[in-house]
Structures are given as C-alpha cells and as structure tokens.
C-alpha cells in the first residue's frame, strides 16, 4: 500500500501560513506533512511553530542541505522536530548543487557520494546516543547527544541518480525523489538501492517520490503550471542529467517545451482527476511506498485556494 502526504507548495514567510496544511493533514488521511529546503521560514522552525498551534503532525524534510548544517546541529534539530510534534520525523539530506556548494564551502564536494557517506553516518550515531568519532575527508564529528526520550527519526536522502541511489540503499532508511518518473524510479533508482543495500546487508529504504501534479482547469495551460512549479529545477545541471537519464527530451528546449516534455515523460503529473489519480498508481506500481502531492506550479500559477481545492480532490480520491 502507498501513502500519501504533502508539501508545502511555497516558502512561507510568516509561521501562520503553514496551519492551513497542517490542518489538511490531520483531518485527512494524509500522512505527513512535507517541506523542503526554506530560505524564510526555515523548516524546522516552522514545523514546531504548527505543533504549538495544536497541529502535531508527522513531518518530512524533503531535503534540507548539507553545506547549510554540520551533522551535529543536523541530528539536534531532527531530534528536538520529533520530539515537538510527537511523531517519528523523516529527516532527509541532500549535497545541493555544486553552485550551492562553492559558495557556502569555498569549494564543491569532490565526492557528493562520499560527503553525503560521512553526513549520514555521523547522523545516524549521534542520534543513536553513541559516542561518535568521525575525521572524513568533510568532516569531523567527536560529540554525543545528549540521551533524551524521543519518537524516532528516519534518515532521509535526496536521491537522483543511480550512485546517490546506491548510497541511500547503504546508510538511509528512506530514498527521496523530486521530479523522477516513476518508470525512472521501477528500472534506475530501486535496482540501485536495492543491490546497495544486499551488499550493506541491511533492509532496503522505503522510497518516497515528491511527485509535481495539477488537475486541470479551465484556462490555464498544463505546461505553464509544469513551468510555475519546476522553472528553477531546469537550470540544475544534475536535474537535467536525471530527466535525460529518465528519457524526458529537456536538452536545448525552450522553457515552455521542457515544460511540455515533463508531462509527456511523466515527471509532471496533470490531467482530469481520473487521469491524474492513474498517473499517480504508476508510482505505487513501481515500487515506491509514499507520494508526496506537490502542488507547488497550482499554487504559483493559480493561487492557494485552487492549491488546496487540488489536494483536497486528490487525496479524497486516492486515500478512500
């Protein structure tokens, strides 16, 4: 059975405006609540803001970004989410592009399979009260938490390409996807995780796709919603090389084409309810145990209430 949950479809700037979707979240079936990296209202923050508001609901991070926290400061902030909403928190990481990297760190990751190794590994034993001894190639952790009761904490990581992939399959407990096909994530992704993780001799991650998706509407044209929602993610070299890996013809379009061209390759899920309910089975079928409705373009494009008139059809379809 799949689950599914919810994004956050813009950065907040004011706490309050996460309560209405916190509050879709627990009078739903959905199952949790999901952000990723905020430059406002950073997450965490706004999370624990919801949970003193009486919206205590399970919360991802989808995905914060290394070069912005060391592994301590990681694992304390995941630690004190789970402990402020009550609920086991999916705390997922991710290098950033290498753009990102050069200006935060002075320089990129050599290796981002290697940094995001040593990040998780750090994370998992700081959060398993173990005293941690760690002098990687990025970086040095010689601290223990504080032992503490508190509901568990998933680890998470971005993943891509088939080597990120691997490395969820070795140290994560649950590999998440943005913008991936689910024909990409059937015959790329979880052949990787999977053989990772018999290698690693551990269970596999559970898989959750954050999946883009508008139902549609008089008016308004599919590919400017696809365009509102993933503009930024078609500048990203490592995006790009994901969707040609998946198929998706980005490469030399236009903005409107490469728009065009998520939907057909399915990265961009929109359609009647019907249609966008189908699209959206493909994910389940192909192995993937959560989907995260993201209604980030319906939001830009058309508003917050066509936002939340879109995942109330939607949810209310796929969860009965």
């Known amino acids: 059975m799949t689950d599914y949950s919810v994004l956050v479809p813009f950065l907040p700037r004011r706490p309050e405006q996460l309560l209405p979707y916190a509050a879709l979240v627990n009078w739903t079936r959905a199952e949790r609540l999901w952000q990723g990296q905020a430059l406002l209202i950073e997450p965490h923050q706004g999370f624990a803001y919801a949970a003193g508001a009486g919206f205590r609901v399970p919360a991802g991070l989808g995905v914060t970004l290394m070069p912005f926290r060391h592994p301590y400061e990681a694992a304390l902030q995941a630690r004190s989410l789970a402990m402020a909403t009550g609920h086991p928190a999916i705390a997922g990481f991710g290098p950033g592009a290498r753009s990102l990297q050069q200006g935060i760190l002075g320089a990129p990751y050599r290796s981002p399979l290697t940094a995001a190794r040593e990040y998780l590994t750090a994370v998992r034993a700081l959060l398993s009260g173990k ?19 508190a509901p568990e904490v998933k ?4 993943v891509l390409r088939p080597g990120m992939a691997g490395v969820a399959g070795e140290l994560a407990d649950v590999a998440i996807t943005w913008l991936t096909p689910a024909a990409y994530i059937r015959d790329t992704l979880l052949p990787a995780i999977r053989k990772s993780a018999v290698e690693a001799g551990r269970p596999a991650p559970t898989v959750t796709a954050i999946v883009p998706v508008a139902l549609e509407r008089p008016g308004t044209d599919p590919a400017e919603v696809a365009l509102a929602s993933n503009a930024a993610h078609l500048q990203g070299p490592h995006y790009l090389d994901m969707l040609r890996r998946a198929g998706v013809h980005v490469h030399g379009s236009s903005p409107q084409d490469a728009a065009r061209a998520l939907i057909k390759g399915g990265a961009f899920v929109s359609g009647d309810l019907d249609t966008v309910c189908a699209e959206l089975d493909r994910y389940r079928e192909a192995g993937v145990d959560e989907v995260v409705l993201n209604v980030t373009g319906v939001y830009k494009a058309c508003g917050h209430q066509a936002a939340m008139d879109d995942l109330k059809q939607i949810l209310a379809a796929v969860t009965r």
Request: aromatic share 8%.
């Open 131 to 149: 005293v941690v001894r760690l002098d990687g190639e990025y970086f040095t952790v010689h601290a223990q938490l504080p032992p503490a009761a």
């Open 155 to 158: 680890l998470g990581l971005g």
